[in-house]
């Protein structure tokens, strides 16, 4: 069975930061792009960042670009997300996701058939 498993979320005041983790399990996903997705209350689903197989491509929303840094241990089935200078409206739920086809490359949600749990980020002003 597969499973990704966030971690590092918390509460952090504006201008913090955040290293958050992601360990996947049950398969290896070194030929394929791994990502972050983010959710408010009350708002829609909302692409983060994506990384490519080897690392050396990465995509970032317009939001976080200059703030966040995706990147992958694939040694460790891991992949992370450095968020730094954070804002209260970067709170949400952040999702890792993976591609279950390899060397596709997407922003697109549909495409991602892995998905963890999610891990709670809160910023306060």
């Known amino acids: 069975q597969v499973q990704l498993v966030e971690s590092g979320g918390g509460l952090v005041q504006a201008g913090g930061s955040l290293r958050l983790s992601c360990v996947a399990s049950?398969?290896?996903?070194?030929?394929?792009?791994m990502g972050w997705f983010r959710q408010a209350p009350e708002n829609e689903r909302e692409f983060v960042a994506a990384?490519?197989?080897?690392?050396?491509?990465?995509t970032y929303a317009n939001s976080v670009k200059g703030r966040f840094t995706i990147s992958r241990d694939n040694a460790k089935n891991t992949v992370f997300l450095q968020m730094n200078s954070l804002k209260p409206e970067d709170t949400a739920v952040y999702c890792c996701?993976?591609?279950?086809?390899?060397?596709?490359?997407?922003?697109?949600?549909?495409?991602?058939?892995?998905w963890g749990q999610g891990t709670p980020v809160t910023v306060s002003p």
């Open positions: 049950g398969r290896t996903f070194r030929s394929n792009t």
């Open positions: 990384i490519s197989r080897s690392g050396g491509i990465t």
């Open positions: 996701v993976a591609d279950g086809v390899p060397l596709r490359f997407s922003r697109n949600p549909e495409v991602y058939d892995y």
